[in-house]
Nanobody, 123 residues
């Protein structure tokens, strides 16, 4: 599985951004997916995860209520909508895939990673 995270960018605090992650392969629908982020000098942290079917989702407390993760298995694409963005959301955002139907929140559990896309929130 190859992943490509798209559509990061620069946004003002309070604004919104939608990230997408395009995946190759015909078995996208059997992989759970996740979003992670890494700010300079910090460890990679969990943002959100979605099960292979899309029926289950889980969010980090830091984004709960501001983020929505969903997927379109017919298009091999996962999305992350972030609202009410804060400067502390600034990071490189990565999408990841795990060969399981169930949600995973540790980066060590994931098998495949996209290259990352920069999100910068200005105050």
């Amino acid at each position: 599985v190859q992943l490509q995270a798209l559509e990061g960018g620069l946004v003002q605090a309070g604004g919104s951004l939608r990230l997408s992650c395009a995946a190759s392969g015909r078995i996208f629908g059997t992989y759970s997916m996740g979003w992670f982020r890494q700010a300079p000098g910090k460890e990679r942290e969990f943002v959100a995860s979605i099960s292979a079917s899309g029926s289950s989702t889980y969010y980090a407390d830091s984004v709960k209520g501001r983020a929505t993760i969903w997927r379109d298995n017919a298009k091999n694409t996962m999305y992350l909508q972030m609202n009410s963005l804060k400067p502390e959301d600034t990071a490189v955002y990565f999408c990841a895939a795990k060969n399981t139907y169930y949600i995973a929140i540790s980066p060590r559990e994931y098998d495949y990673w996209g290259q990352g896309t920069q999100v910068t929130v200005s105050s």
